[in-house]
């Protein structure tokens, strides 16, 4: 492992190539990148999580800690790691200070895995909206966590509202277990679905289950809400009988037809590090989620969204001034579509540009305000159209 302190953009990819020399490895044997965006106070748990998912899917992993953003001097420190505490792949833990944390993407960049998809998971409650991050502009697959929100309801609405393909919640992979369920008895049935009932909480996992129910069967489905943590029972009325299923415990489920006997199935509540590892293993956009997604929100025509984002330029020390006014504001028709449909805001000096479909910056230096040298900031090809997820 090599610590740097104080340092640049230059020395942190000249010490990942050492230390990759060091190791024996091989930059094309990765998948892909997966940034990971989180803050000093989570960043153990992210990183126990990117480590799983690092442990199935072999991947750069760079960690971006954005600290203090107000503090007067901007500073880089950085961890490099091969083959070490965070799993058998190469991995970068930056913290940013000052400025240089709005410009994350400075630094970022040019340590991407060459020809890999990009992955940006936000470890922390998402930006209202994604274009505000350039770190989620240049992804081809983007997972938030609207329960980190204060208001994890309202946060998944938002994230209809700024949907693009390619975006995903790990709230829905939290529920893949029950969907593989439901599904695989379904399809064992001959009658007509009618009615549905969900029993669990106001929470985002119940709420896309209750999408997913009226999108895949076309039905009404009510929700009977509990004080539960989690989803209790799924219920499904056919005309000639019923499928229900009903959490055990937390590592099984209740398989009931009227036709047949209860069976006991397994149902198993993951951790954190699985959610991931089941959305990394994804790198096209997932149909199926946008359907549930639009089902539940009522915002329509998610899938038939660009998959590019134009960056807008967002300052929160200004805005706190009650000096700036982001773009977007003045133009929600960017919100979750490319920049085509908005007008562009004139950015400072070191923020980052449009083109070809990623974010085209200006070096690390310039971002930071210093003198210090930067690495030169690559480009990549932007995110291909993706093809629809097959029915869960």
């Known amino acids: 492992m090599t610590t ?8 942190v990819v000249k010490a990942l190539s050492a230390e990759r020399r060091a190791a024996g490895a091989v930059a094309f044997g ?9 803050d000093q106070r989570s960043v153990d748990e992210a990183e126990t999580a990117a480590t799983t998912a690092a442990s199935a899917h072999p991947c750069r992993t760079l960690f971006v800690v954005r600290r203090h953003t107000e503090a007067p001097d901007p500073r880089l420190d950085a961890e ?11 991995a970068v833990v930056m913290r940013m200070y000052g400025r240089l944390a709005l410009h994350a993407e400075s630094v970022v960049l040019p340590l991407l895995a060459p020809d890999a998809p990009v992955v940006t998971w936000w470890h922390d409650a998402p930006p209202d909206k994604i274009a505000y991050d350039p770190l989620g502009v240049f992804a081809d697959r983007r997972i938030t966590d609207v ?3 204060s208001d994890p309801l309202k946060g998944l609405q938002q994230r209809a509202e700024d949907y693009a393909p390619g975006d995903t919640d790990l709230a829905w992979a939290n529920i893949t277990g029950w969907r593989s369920l439901i599904a695989a008895s379904y399809d064992s049935m001959s009658g007509t679905p009618r009615s549905a009932t969900v029993t669990g909480p106001a929470h985002p996992s119940t709420a896309l289950m209750i999408g997913w129910l009226r999108s895949r069967l076309n039905i009404a489905v009510e929700l009977d809400q509990t004080r539960d943590s989690f989803m209790k029972q799924v219920k499904v009325v056919l005309d000639d009988d019923t499928l229900m299923v009903t959490r ?7 398989l009931h037809r009227s036709d047949q006997g209860d069976r006991v199935q397994p149902l198993a ?32 025509g998610l899938a038939q969204r660009s998959p590019l984002r134009t960056h807008i330029w967002r300052d929160p020390m200004q805005e706190a001034a009650g000096t700036d006014t982001p773009a977007s504001d003045a133009n929600p028709g960017t919100s979750g579509t490319a920049g085509a449909q908005g007008a562009a805001q004139e950015r400072p ?3 980052p540009a449009r083109r070809g479909g990623r974010t085209r910056t200006g070096g690390a230096s310039a971002a930071r305000g210093d003198t210090k040298p930067a690495a030169a900031v690559s480009e990549s090809n932007g995110a291909a159209a993706s093809t629809p997820a097959d029915q869960a």
């Open 4 to 11: 740097l302190w104080d340092t640049s953009g230059t020395e």
């Open 30 to 38: 990765l998948a892909l990148t997966l940034v990971v965006v989180t």
């Open 80 to 90: 490099v790691l091969v083959g070490d505490r965070l799993g058998p792949g190469e």
């Open 147 to 149: 329960m980190r929100c």
């Open 248 to 254: 055990h415990d937390r590592r099984s489920a209740v």
């Open 269 to 300: 509540t993951r951790d954190l590090g699985d959610l991931l590892a089941e959305e990394v293993k994804r790198l096209d956009a997932d149909g199926v989620y946008a359907e549930a997604l639009e089902a539940w929100t009522g915002v329509k």
């Open 349 to 351: 000096p070191g923020a």
